[in-house]
């Protein structure tokens, strides 16, 4: 059973790294290990309010952009996540066999060092497309397909997403953007999909858990959207691929 301070600390995680190139699977699997919890349909439905309150938390940072008068960049949206829909749904058992925290951390110290290469020869000045809005019909296509190995646990969907962008000329702040938008139809699919396969287990739930962890889940999202294109202004991707370094090593040394 999750209680309410496993709601509030899983809240927090899923809220700080959706958006964030880190893999909210990869941190929400080590949380509920180090607090004991089970990957039962119990933890599994919690995890699908937290992840629909990161949705609405893209929704309300861009509210202008879910309009009709923004439907060509929807387009876009919508192809770029038809690749990692059409996989994720063939291969669904797959997917799920190698959830493991082991597999985590070596994904992690990839993902890492993948980050650290793309940004040593990546640059800036060279960018194409400096607003989400130009995103062209081929790169977004590129997008999506480098959006499939976030089907690895611990790789990260916006890892792979952002530097599938910044690959295809993207600058890093419309990669990002874009990564954040894409997140609406890719989480609203495994939405969807967890409410059918887990509805019945809501009745197990601590109503009032679900609840706080869905508020805080929200909060820490919108806050992280905002202060990660602030952190762009200024900083590179370096960091998170040293971040993603050392937390794989740490948990490899752990578990």
Known sequence: MIGIFDSIILGIIEGLTEFLPISSTGHL???????????DNVTKA??????????????????????????????????????????GFLLADIVKSLFSVQ?????????????????????????LTKDVEDISYKQSLYIGLAQIFALIPGTSRAGSTIIGAMLVKLNRKASAEFSFLLAVPVLCATTAYDLLKHYKDFADANLLSLL????????????????FLKFLEKFTFVAFGIYRILFGIILLILF
């Open 103 to 127: 597999i985590v951390a070596i994904m992690f110290i990839i993902g890492g060092i993948v980050f650290i290469i793309v940004e040593k020869f990546y640059d800036e000045k060279k960018a």
């Open 212 to 227: 706080i962890g869905f508020v805080v889940s929200f909060i820490v999202a919108y806050g992280a959207i905002t202060i």
């Open 29 to 39: 699997i080590v949380a509920s290990e180090l607090l004991g919890l089970k990957q």
């Open 46 to 87: 919690f995890e699908v309010i937290i992840q629909f309150a990161a949705i609405l938390a893209v929704v309300l940072h861009y509210p202008s952009k879910f309009t009709l008068k923004h439907i060509e960049l929807w387009k876009k949206v919508v192809l770029a996540f038809l690749p990692i829909g059409i996989v």
